[in-house]
């Protein structure tokens, strides 16, 4: 086998604002669920929605932007890397989770029918280069 890969894109709406922190490393982070939603003919044959939560992480410049601009009910556009995470919950048990390493952001509302949607742009956990977003 030639090597791996491990990439997502997800397109759909902010469930919450962005939560901002600090790790002990002195990086940014954000953190943030996004929801999709599928059609799909159920066995009774009418169509039903189907909504699937991600859990997002951004890092650096791209998570200081993504705080700044982003809100609850956002359209976005998420590129990312699926990640598992180890934790141990309130009663003690040890627990994973998937979440989304968000490489790349871009905004997909428009605040008219006339403007083009601004992006945000970031490549990697690193807090690389972020693109000025033109409001």
Known sequence: MA?????????????RDPEMRNLPSGDTIADFSVAT????????G???????WFRVSAFGKLAETACQYLRK????????TLVQ????DR?????????????????L???DDNAPAPALVGAGAGGAAVADVPF
Not at 37 to 44: F, L, Q, S, V, Y
Not at 85 to 88: K, M, Q, V
Not at 91 to 107: F, K, N, P, T, Y
């Open 3 to 15: 090597g791996s890969f491990n990439r997502i894109t997800i397109v759909g709406n902010l469930g």
């Open 37 to 44: 939603t599928e059609r799909r003919r159920g066995p009774d």
């Open 46 to 52: 009418q169509l039903h929605d189907q909504t699937t």
């Open 73 to 80: 009910g956002s359209y976005l556009y998420v590129d990312g």
């Open 85 to 88: 995470r180890d934790y141990i």
């Open 91 to 107: 009663e003690g048990q040890q627990r994973q989770a998937l979440e989304v390493r968000a490489r790349e952001l871009r905004m």
């Open 109 to 111: 509302d428009r605040k």
